[in-house]
Nanobody
Framework: QLQLVESGGGLVQPGGSLRLSCAAS????????IGWFRQAPGKEREGVSC????????TYLDSVKGRFTVSRDGAKNTVYLQMNSLIPEDTAVYYC?????????????????WGQGTQVTVSS
């Protein structure tokens, strides 16, 4: 059974950076498409990025393109979300999720495995 644990959230000033980690156990990540999602208070969960299981292709939410980057460390079985030029609108709980499928999607419902989430707050 795949288990995911996020870390790296915190409080950062606008314009700052954070790197979130999603560490997997129970299975290797390279058989899953990996998504990053976020949910702000009172809002629906939205897809931030999804990376195909090959790791060759990542799709980003328009509002984070050019600011967020996903990477993977196979040896550590960990996926990272590097977030730069953060703005207050990025404030949310961030989740990583895994989908055992060749493609990836930015909608939450197909993802079977979820981490517990990590809070990101962007504020001066």
């Amino acid at each position: 059974q795949l288990q995911l644990v996020e870390s790296g959230g915190g409080l950062v000033q606008p314009g700052g950076s954070l790197r979130l980690s999603c560490a997997a156990s129970g299975s290797t990540l390279d058989v899953y498409a990996i998504g990053w999602f976020r949910q702000a208070p009172g809002k629906e969960r939205e897809g931030v990025s999804c990376t195909t299981k090959s790791g060759r292709s990542t799709t980003y939410l328009d509002s984070v393109k050019g600011r967020f980057t996903v990477s993977r460390d196979g040896a550590k079985n960990t996926v990272y979300l590097q977030m730069n030029s953060l703005i207050p609108e990025d404030t949310a709980v961030y989740y990583c999720a895994a989908l055992r499928f060749s493609l990836c999607v930015l909608t939450a419902s197909p993802y079977a495995y979820w981490g517990q989430g990590t809070q990101v707050t962007v504020s001066s």
